[in-house]
């Protein structure tokens, strides 16, 4: 008799905490900013991203302290491994006169917090357009013990850097006074969905919603150093095109599980890249 009261005590006990652990997390759900979530099971992932979902310590080691993703992030965010060695590699190789380092598109703060973490840069600015992915951005430097080290801008990166006409007073003159002297701009811009991967060689000028050549033209308007992170499958005639005369422009595959990822292209001054 004793012992069948004790195991429907048990029974109470383990149906209260499944209560309280689906409160815990309804209300976490319901203090989270619009379109923002952190997903901790399954069942909760639309279908479309649970593949994503899975991936979640490569992406963020972090995942279980609470980062924070909008639907749209888990599609373009770099994974943590491949963050860090892109951050590696700028830090060892940008020229000396070099001490911020502006991500144009930040996203859900993949690159911005490797930046942040290399302990190179005097600043980090990042710049984000969609708030809901800004805010992320901002959350996920928080949990990474980073977010003293970064300034955030919520907008166009290229009407907030001056270049392009068509919102002049949307141009931030410091940020674009201090990115021309000292800084070095990372790229990792949208690369048009999915397409680019049924394709054997990616034509860079497809590339939607901005162009290869206007990535490139524009943001060397601020600086020479420029990386730009795109498609494996990259064309590089494309990228050697842009390669000036007495310089090469480095090319380096990202891989994780021995296949790459996304490849970078380096454009101008960087001390040789080593592995
Ligand atoms: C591929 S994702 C960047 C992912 C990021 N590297 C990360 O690890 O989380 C591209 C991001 O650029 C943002 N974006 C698109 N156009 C932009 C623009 N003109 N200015 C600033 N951000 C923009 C998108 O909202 C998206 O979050």
Known sequence: MARKRKSRAVAEDAKWSAKKQKQTQESSEESLPEGVHHYQTLEEVPWDLQKYWQQGYSIFSKYDEGIWMTDDAWYGVTHESVANTIAQ??????????????????????????????????????????AATLACAKHNAEIYGVADKIT?????CFELLGLVDTNPAATV??????????GVIFASPPWGGPGYRSSEVFDLESMEPYSFSFLYQS?????????????????LRQISK??????????????????????????????????
Request: charged letters at 20%; hydrophobic letters at 40%; aromatic letters at 14%.
């Open 152 to 156: 955030w801008f919520h907008g166009d």
């Open 219 to 235: 943001f060397k308007k601020i600086t020479s150093e420029v990386v730009l992170y795109l498609p494996r499958t990259s064309d």
């Open 242 to 275: 842009f390669a000036k005369e007495d310089t090469k422009t480095q090319v380096v595959h990202y891989c994780t599980y021995g296949t790459s990822r996304a490849l970078s292209a380096y454009f101008g001054n960087w001390k040789i890249l080593k592995s």
């Open 89 to 130: 590699h700028i830090a060892d190789a940008a020229p000396s006169n070099k001490a911020i380092i502006i991500d144009a598109f930040c996203g859900a703060g993949g690159n911005t917090i490797a930046f942040a973490l290399s302990g190179k840069w005097k600043r980090v600015y990042a710049i984000e357009k969609d």
């Open 173 to 182: 003159t410091s940020l674009k006074a201090i990115a021309s002297q000292y």
